[in-house]
């Protein structure tokens, strides 16, 4: 299984872009990585989903390089309520075991 | 109209009792988690069943016992309560994409287990 690793904490201001770097050196050449986002008190949900380049969608962008070893989740203009855990997650369809890990706590401040 | 219940929300209990936890999804699908999230956030699946067949059991002590009666549901058994056991429990349902990609979980809101 591709091992992931991103920081633990983020720090940031409303109206700033935040950036989350996901680190996966190990990424098969079938595998997608997938980013969640949970809520204080919540479930995880959703957010985006990418192979290789760019996907964006109305929630953020997922930035994917030639190598596929790292992706950076954007977060455009941040409001206090994208305070939450993002989680990244590789793997691929079929016999996949979701890894979540720790994820990235986001704390966006006034 | 919720795609994947739980309950109860909060559960307080003491040292060696033994609770149940329950789960139900409307989405249709055809697998269904339990995973664990510690106070660090650390969250990492327990189980898996695709159509009430367990296909993922990642070591976690027999004290825990899943049970699917039927698709739509996933209720979690846990003997013996210790103060470990004490985080929150979410469950979660996917359909296979069948696409090479990854499903995409729908989880519930959690079960907050105390033990004392």
């Known amino acids: 299984l591709a091992k992931t690793t991103q920081p633990i904490s983020m720090d940031s201001y409303e109206g700033q872009e935040v950036n989350i770097t996901c680190s996966h050196n190990?990424?098969?050449?079938?595998?997608?990585i997938t980013w969640y986002q949970q809520f204080p008190s919540q479930g995880p949900r959703f957010i985006i989903q990418g192979y290789k380049t760019k996907v964006t969608n109305e929630v953020a962008s997922l930035f994917i390089p030639a190598d596929r070893k790292s992706s950076t989740l954007s977060l455009p203009r941040v409001s206090l309520s994208d305070t939450a855990v993002y989680y990244c997650l590789v793997g691929k369809g079929g016999s996949y075991i979701p890894t979540f890990g720790r994820g990235t706590s986001l704390i966006v401040h006034p | 109209d919720t795609a994947v219940s739980q309950t109860p929300k909060y559960l307080v209990t003491q040292m060696g009792n033994d609770k149940s936890i329950k789960c139900e999804q409307n989405?249709?699908?055809?697998?269904m988690y339990w995973y664990k999230q510690d106070s660090k956030k650390f969250l990492k699946i327990m189980f898996s069943y695709n159509n009430k067949e367990l296909i993922i059991n990642e070591t976690v002590p027999n004290r825990f016992s899943p049970k699917s009666p039927d698709k739509a549901h996933l209720n979690l058994h846990i003997n013996s309560l210790e103060l470990g056991d004490s985080a929150v429990y979410f469950c979660a349902s996917s359909q296979l994409a069948g696409t090479g990609r990854p499903d995409t979980q729908y989880f519930g809101p959690g079960t907050r287990l105390t033990v004392l």
């Open positions: 989405l249709g699908h055809d697998t």
């Open positions: 190990n990424i098969a050449t079938n595998d997608y």
